[in-house]
Every structure is written in structure tokens, then in C-alpha cells.
């Protein structure tokens, strides 16, 4: 299979963590759309990637910026005129801080982020994905917890719009998988949890494989 005919994989938030972890590891089967706000973490990426024998395409993007989500899927359908697969794992992630106390930026942008910006991009992707690509996220059940106000409120309305559009397209597409994946030694998490022992986590590229076929199957 040539590069021209592989399929593409959409992923936002492939600068780090599991998104990187897993645009590496697909980019033996399809071409890599990698978007991420940090330039210099998708070039890495894409040094990874070339070096197995791999292609990528690098939006350094900000999802939360409709102008740039309205371009990039535009040059997707320009250049391929369809997706087959996207993952969004792209994330905010606010400090924690007791729920009287958590300052206003960062719940707006919390839910800037992991709620507008998701449901943005649902409508630019779902006509890319048709009835036969699919659509991965992933959940983090935080809401109800103790100084998870913000994240725990704006990732379950994620969560909640995702199955949704789940339910809608159970029996005509795009497939929608929502996805917990385990406990990773991520930038994220160590933001949460600062103390915490690393070492019982999980790697992120073995977490990546297990969760591989589960996304393509």
C-alpha cells in the first residue's frame, strides 16, 4: 500500500501523550494528520514517525480557533475528500481548586476547550467521516470529585455529547467508540496528582497498543 493510498487518521491533541503515543503507532498503517498547538513536540512526532517508514501532516493548530478547524478540514476534504478515522484526544486541563473558589478563566476555558471545541469539530468531521469512518474519544471520569469542579464538568458534557452522536449513528455511521484508558504517567495527570508515585502507572506507548485494536476493530 503506497502512502497516497493509505488511510488517514485525524488526530487533534497529537503533540503529547496518548494522542502522540498513538499517531506513532498508526502511522504504520495510515497517514497521520497530527494536530497540536506546540510546533516543535509535532515536528518530533513527525521524526518519529518518517523514521519508521511512516507519513504525517502537521497542523499546528489551536482547536479552540474556528477559523483554523474550518481550514484544516477544508484542506483535508481538498486533499483526500474523506477521513477515516479521527481521535480526539486533545484536552484542558485546569488546576484543581475547591468549587466556591475556581477562578472563572479557567472554567470558560475548560469548557472552551473539552466542550465547544469538541462539538465544533463534530460537525466539521462527521461529514469527513461519512457512514463508514469512526470517531474516538476518551473519558475521564472525574465529575463529583473533590476539586475536579472544572474538569470533571467539562469532560462529562463531552463525554455526554459523544454518546450521544453515538447513539445517533449506531446504525448508519460514523462509528463512535468512547474509550477509558488506564492510568498514564501524562503531563495531565502529574498536573492533578504531583506527588504521586509514577511507577504502578501505566506506560503511554504500551496503553497506546492495547487500546489500538479496540479503536480499529
Known sequence: MTQDTRPTALITGA????????AEQLAETH???AVGKTTGALEELDDRIQAKGGEASLAPMDITVEAAMQQLCRSVYDRWGKLDLWIHSAIFSPPLSPAPDMPEKDYDKAFLTNVKATQRLISYV?????N????????DPRAGEAFFGAYGASKA??????RSWQTETAKIGPMVKILTPRPMPTA???RFFPGEDRAPLTDIREEAARLLPEILS
Do not use: E, N, W, Y
Not at 463508514?132 to 473519558?139: C, I, K, L, M, S
Not at 458534557?157 to 459523544?162: F, L, N, P, S, Y
Open 188 to 190: 495531565v495527570r502529574a
Open 31 to 33: 497517514h497521520i494528520i
Open 157 to 162: 458534557a463531552q463525554i455526554a455529547m459523544a
Open 132 to 139: 463508514t469512518g469512526r470517531a474516538v474519544f476518551f473519558d
Open 15 to 22: 503533540s503529547r501523550g496518548l494522542g502522540s503515543a498513538l
Open 126 to 130: 462527521a461529514p469527513l467521516l461519512g
